[in-house]
């Protein structure tokens, strides 16, 4: 069973920035796509940044030009560079790995998500 392990985390204020990391226990190579999505209270999760197999990034409008999801050197880690960070950011933050195989069939791992509070 694979492993997906957030961290990073916590309280800052407005205009502050966070590093988020996301460990498999697989090399994130093996992944179709790695993705960071959140959650605010009361609102549906949502895609925040997203990173292929091949090194292709997307983002979501919302975070454009402030946030800038990479992958680790040791590729086995995702990692969600949150800068400028607003108080609408404040959500819990999951990421999420997808293997897609032949004829549609995928796996997808989710973490337990770790808590950015944006908050003076």
């Known amino acids: 069973q694979v492993q997906v392990v957030e961290s990073g985390g916590g309280l800052v204020q407005p205009g502050g920035s966070l590093r988020l990391s996301c460990a498999a226990s697989e090399s994130i190579l093996g992944f179709t796509t790695v993705g960071w999505y959140r959650q605010a209270p009361g609102k549906q999760r949502e895609l925040v940044a997203l990173?292929?197999?091949?090194?292709?990034?997307s983002y979501a409008d919302s975070v454009k030009g402030r946030f800038t999801i990479s992958r680790g050197n040791a590729k086995s880690a995702v990692y969600l560079q949150m800068n400028s960070l607003k108080p609408e950011d404040t959500a819990v933050y999951y990421c999420?790995?997808?293997?897609?195989?032949?004829?549609?069939?995928?796996?997808?791992?989710w973490g337990q998500g770790t808590q950015v509070t944006v908050s003076s």
């Open positions: 999420n790995a997808i293997r897609v195989y032949g004829l549609g069939s995928r796996d997808s791992y």
């Open positions: 990173v292929t197999s091949e090194g292709v990034t």
